[in-house]
């Protein structure tokens, strides 16, 4: 027998199966031919949720949940921190290796000649309510690009999708700034191309009536770091939806909105907008410990705790707590931080956490990070998507040139009715619809 099989036997029938095993996973499919008879449909596995299901093959990003490692194409997450600016690193996702000195000047220069938004793009932000949520504005603009660039439906085309990608990596941090400037009554601001990724960016928020934005060089290289961290986690929530719905070979710009729109979930991207009110709302160090006992009784989860993944320290909210200290030499300490901090202590001694493995994640102290830099809130989320389009344009890549892959239709377990008699309207009373 090769040593690499499962061997199953069906209670139900007496008969044995081998089924190969291949990267620690058996083939769903392989349990199809399980049956106990011909009519059959042969047996399935049921996981909400996706549990224990892997739905690609991918060499993107590698991440030992219990270690607390992360690894982009091979690289740890604290070099790339270290040394890296986020274009490089979004290079790195989207073409697998790092870029040579000539690459990244083209890769820069062309994506720095993509953040312009046409024309009609800026009008269709400006029919937004004059208090929309920044990322709800976010979604639907990165969804309207569709019918700017409708050349982006052949998605087989490798020049073409290259295309899409520099554009969608250089206009996505001028819908998110458009959104802030919309959100706040401001008048929008275009890019300026003598600045990097970062402090254009800043820019386009922030530039009031000064001739020349000039951006704080420590926080352009906070928020650079920032967008490293958040460039991409295999396959979470929003990076599913993003290859779930380009499955279907749907344009770019529509698959990264229903990306966006999953991330905007509180019990995902949207976190880090929950922990600073969850902050608030405690607001002051004392009274945490009557927080966490709330938190034990089941009243509400403690936000930017917890990980379906990591069973272990986040090794992004490290780097975060690093890098909120050089912030906050620039821009003072923000007082939640005592909050958070008292926490997080707190936290990680109750057996209620410890137990279940509950550590701070990615979303813990980027917000009071955020705010300290200068962000209301409401952008937090936005700041993720930002670098998260590269990851989610590297997975769309590899999902598209996967020859396994196909249209993503999950099966079900159907719990409902039999085949029923039709009950006309005039007879219909719950009696009889109960007969039925
Ligand atoms: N506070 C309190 N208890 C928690 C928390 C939390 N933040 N997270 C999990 N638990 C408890 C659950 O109640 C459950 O307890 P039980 O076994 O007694 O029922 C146990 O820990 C396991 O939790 P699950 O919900 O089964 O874990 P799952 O993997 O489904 O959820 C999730 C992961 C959604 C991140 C969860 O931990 C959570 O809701 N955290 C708060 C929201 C948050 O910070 N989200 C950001 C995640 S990072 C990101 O997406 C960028």
Redesign the pocket.
């Known amino acids: 027998m090769p040593q690499n099989t499962l061997t199953i036997t069906d209670n139900r029938t007496g008969q044995t199966y081998t089924i190969p095993i291949e990267d620690g996973t058996i083939r769903a499919m392989n349990l199809r031919q399980i049956k106990t008879g011909p009519e059959d449909f042969g047996l399935m596995t049921y996981d909400p949720?996706f549990?224990n299901t892997a739905s690609c093959r991918s060499s993107i990003t590698y991440i030992d949940g219990d270690q607390g490692i992360l690894r982009y194409r091979g690289y740890p997450i604290e070099v790339l921190a270290e040394r890296c600016t986020f274009l490089e690193v979004a290079y790195l996702l989207l073409f697998g290796e790092l870029p040579t000195e000539p690459q990244l000047k083209n890769w820069v220069h062309d994506i720095t000649h993509h953040t312009m938004l046409h024309e009609s793009t800026k009008k269709f932000m400006e029919g937004f309510r004059y208090d929309g949520h920044p990322m709800g504005m976010f979604v639907s603009t990165v969804a309207a690009l569709s019918t700017v660039y409708p050349d982006a439906r052949h998605v087989h085309d490798a020049s073409n999708r290259l295309l899409q990608i520099q554009r969608l990596i250089g206009k996505v941090p001028s819908i998110a700034a458009m959104s802030y400037r919309h959100n706040v009554g401001f008048p929008y601001v275009y890019p300026d191309n003598d600045l990097n990724y970062a402090e254009n960016f800043m820019n386009m928020l922030w530039k009031m009536v000064e001739p020349k934005y000039v951006a704080n060089p420590a926080i352009a290289r906070a928020l650079d770091i920032l967008f490293i961290l958040?460039a991409d986690?295999e396959q979470?929530?929003?990076t599913n939806a993003m290859r779930s719905v380009s499955s279907a070979q749907t344009d770019p710009y529509l698959s990264m909105a229903s990306a966006a729109s999953a991330?905007a979930g509180?019990?995902?991207?949207?976190?880090?907008e929950?922990?600073l009110k969850m902050l608030d709302e405690i607001g002051s160090k004392d009274k945490v410990p009557a927080y966490i006992q709330k938190?034990?009784e089941?009243h509400?989860?403690?936000?930017?705790?917890?990980?379906?993944?990591?069973k272990n320290y986040?090794p992004r909210a490290k780097i975060i707590r690093w890098c909120a200290e050089q912030v906050f030499e620039v821009t003072g300490r923000n007082p939640k931080l005592e909050i958070a901090l008292e926490l997080e202590r707190i936290a990680l001694e109750d057996d209620?956490?410890v137990k279940?493995?509950?550590y701070p994640?990615?979303?813990?102290y980027s917000g009071i990070m955020y705010q300290a830099m200068g962000f209301r809130p409401e952008m937090f989320t936005v700041l993720?998507a930002i670098p998260r389009t590269a990851g989610w344009l590297a997975q769309w890549q590899e999902l598209i040139t996967d020859p396994e892959q196909k249209i993503a239709r999950p099966r079900q377990v159907y719990t409902g009715h039999g085949a029923r008699e039709f009950v006309p309207l005039e007879k219909r009373t719950s009696a009889a619809l109960a007969a039925g």
């Open positions: 949720a549990m958040h986690h979470n929530c929003g991330l509180p019990l995902h991207g949207g976190a880090n929950e922990v938190v034990k089941g509400f989860k403690l936000m930017g705790f917890g990980h379906r993944i990591y986040d209620y956490f279940r493995k509950l994640n990615v979303d813990f993720f």
